[in-house]
């Protein structure tokens, strides 16, 4: 069973907003930090943005700030990635993460956390 699940993805075209969800899945565990990835066809994952156990810390790559906002729902363990003005190189496989550590150092670092999803597919048409 995959630990997260992710959801809200789709095709939309260039300038429109999409809303992304993350939660555990059926089991119950702690989650501390989560954060988004994204893997485009043919390049490595990378990192989207991240937020702290409890929201005071939010981290973005420099490509998506003042597009994209990340929260979370303390009490739902749930995180979500407001994407608006998507433009075609948004167009990527997007993962959501979360630490059980609560011992996060760098936040844009992939092995920094233990729980992944199976993605949710991000397509922005021109």
């Known amino acids: 069973q995959v630990p997260m699940v992710e959801s809200g993805g789709g095709l939309v075209q260039v300038g429109d907003s999409l809303r992304l969800s993350c939660a555990p899945s059926?089991?119950?565990?702690?989650?501390?930090?989560m954060a988004w990835f994204r893997q485009a066809p043919g390049k490595e994952r990378e990192f989207v943005a991240a937020?702290?156990?409890?929201?005071?810390?939010?981290r973005y790559a420099d490509f998506v700030k003042g597009r994209f906002t990340i929260s979370k729902n303390f009490a739902e363990n749930t995180a979500y990635l407001q994407m608006n003005s998507l433009k075609p190189e948004d167009t990527a496989v997007y993962y959501c993460?979360?630490?059980?550590?609560?011992?996060?150092?760098?936040?844009?670092?992939?092995?920094?956390?233990?729980?992944w999803g199976q993605g949710t597919q991000v397509t922005v048409s021109s």
């Open positions: 993460a979360a630490d059980r550590d609560n011992y996060v150092v760098d936040y844009g670092a992939a092995d920094e956390y233990d729980y």
């Open positions: 059926g089991r119950t565990f702690v989650t501390y930090a």
């Open positions: 937020v702290s156990w409890k929201g005071a810390t939010v």
